[in-house]
């Protein structure tokens, strides 16, 4: 069953994005401003300290990574911390910061953005194209959270988390665009942050201050099963190990009172189980 993996002990545990070609794990601690790599079979775990909130790690196909660091998209070159803006959102927002975010099947970024304080929509989704021209495409979100795709692609599902719902969008892969809104599924345990989609198109869902991940058929709007952590705040998770059947789950101790992580001291670290299907490849950014 779930067990803790990785002794990471974050603060804001997020964003894991396994990297098939490195056999390893990146994900990022927000708060904590750190990028983390984790080499699965040799276990060790590596780690770079940025200036701002870190919310997204992923590698480049033509080699480095791209982050998104406070309200921009930069490019990271790991051995060196070599930082390079590639593009910032919302100069008139200063309060506001990136949050989630994953590749598209072509290579895109998409990832969004929400105000510290969490109760105004005032964040919006951003496509970061692989020419790096960056889109606006949705406004008025309050808390931009997971994201992905159906294997066919041919549908993108959305977690706003202050709504507590999973939405979902028509795709149009080769234009990158989203039309047909609908609400998918209600999160009644905590609230939905971070998503992964498995091989046979099963949603799972992580829940904040849920305590628990979920996996749900997205068609029938169904609940197919949970699996509880020994921690309230589940942040996110993603499929990973050569064969994309271990599925790797992230957590906080952020805003936790002392009497909480006492009883939790698990919180921060990196979970795992063997999931009852493989997942879905994560794709790196295209440009
Ligand atoms: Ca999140």
Redesign the pocket.
Known sequence: MVHSKISAQTELG??PHWDDDQGCLWFVDIVGHRVYRYHRGSENLESRLLPDDV?VVVPRRQGGLIVTLGRGFYSLDWTSGALTLLSSVEPDRPNNRF??GKCDAWGRLWAGTLDRSERDPLGSLYCLDVDLRVRKVLDGVT?S??IGWSPDQRTMYYID?ATKIVAAFDYDLERGELSGRRDLLFIESGTP??MAVDALGMLWV?H?DGARISRWDPQAGTLLQEYTLPVDRV??LAFGGPDLRELFITSARHGLSPDVLDAQPLAGNIFSMTAPAPGLCAHPFGG
């Open positions: 997020e964003g919310s949050n989630d808390v959270n997971g988390s942050d971070g992580a904040w942040t996110s």
